[in-house]
């Protein structure tokens, strides 16, 4: 019996598909009946979580518009079409403001928020002539609460917040959806930098203090896995959310309202 929470038959595409949040995504969709196309900078990475899934993969930077474009091609060529575009690639950078060189700054800006926004871009030329899609942005906790070191890393996602809201209102009437999610604390690669202890060493304990100090931070006591924020996903492409627009949705265990 389908539901109008099914996503089976919808052609996915997602970056920053080889590991963590965006691999769980691709294999969340895919056990769901999604056609699935898995782009990453690691190319290895994005080929092997393809061959898991029975999906199409292809290297992907996207910072360069190129490349981001190059990837909506594929999925139209692969699929048909583009129903949902999943712009999961980010990266971290924990440094303080005052301090941050401009290569950290540019290198930021030019993942974390100009890949999102070729993402947009290339999704919106290949869902136009459909008249539907859902574009789902990936931001982050940090667009509620300062941080120190979290600064540049937050900027980025709050443009991300915003970019979301503005293009939402551009092109609803294209019949085409644009949400963002602001994951809380998820147990992914991208976390295991916090095992690097002060002294640049791995350092376990470091690492095991991080998690309970993320854990500490949600009313519930836990922190996420990937497939939390996959789920989240996987609704905001389904029919269920036909309703769902320019909205920041929050799989953070509580965190930003509970200190
Ligand atoms: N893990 C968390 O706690 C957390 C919290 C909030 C937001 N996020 C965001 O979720 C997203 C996914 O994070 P994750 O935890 O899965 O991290 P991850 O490090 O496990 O995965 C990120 C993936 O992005 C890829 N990537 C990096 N730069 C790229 C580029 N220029 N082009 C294409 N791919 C690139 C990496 O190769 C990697 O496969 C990121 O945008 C991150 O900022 C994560």
Redesign the pocket.
């Known amino acids: 019996m389908s539901t109008p929470f099914d996503v089976d038959g919808k052609v996915a595409l997602i970056?920053?598909?080889?590991?963590?949040?965006?691999a769980a995504t691709a294999k969340v969709l895919a056990g769901a009946g999604a056609k699935v196309v898995c782009?990453?900078?690691?190319e290895g990475?994005a080929a092997k979580i393809a061959d898991e899934i029975g999906g199409t993969s292809a290297r992907?930077?996207?910072?360069s518009r190129s490349d981001v474009e190059a990837a909506a091609d594929l999925a139209v060529a692969a699929y048909g079409r583009l129903d949902a575009m999943c712009n999961?690639?980010?990266?971290?950078v924990d440094v303080m403001i005052a301090d941050a060189s401009e290569e950290q700054l540019d290198k930021i800006i030019n993942?974390?928020l100009k890949?999102v926004f070729y993402g947009c871009q290339a999704a919106v030329r290949v869902m136009t002539p459909n008249g539907s899609g859902s574009i789902i942005n990936?931001?982050?906790?940090?667009i509620d609460a300062p941080a120190r070191n979290y600064g540049l890393y937050a900027m980025t996602?709050a443009a991300v917040a915003m970019l979301t809201k503005s293009l939402a209102v551009e092109v609803g009437r294209n019949g085409i959806r644009v949400n963002a999610i602001?994951?809380?604390?998820?147990?992914?690669?991208?976390?295991e930098r916090h095992l690097m202890g002060p002294d640049g060493k791995v350092n376990e304990e470091y690492y095991d203090r991080f998690v309970e100090a993320m854990k500490k931070q949600s009313p519930l006591g836990i922190v996420?896995d990937?497939e939390d924020q996959a789920y989240l996903i996987q609704y905001l492409i389904s029919d269920a959310a036909r309703f769902c627009t320019g909205a920041i949705w929050r799989a953070n265990g509580g965190q930003t309202f509970s200190w």
Do not use: E, M, Q, R
């Open positions: 970056t920053g598909a080889a590991s963590g949040i965006g782009v990453d900078l690691d990475g992907c930077n996207v910072a999961v690639a980010g990266i971290p993942v974390n890949g990936v931001a982050s906790s940090g996602k602001a994951p809380g604390a998820t147990i992914t690669p991208f976390t996420g990937p």
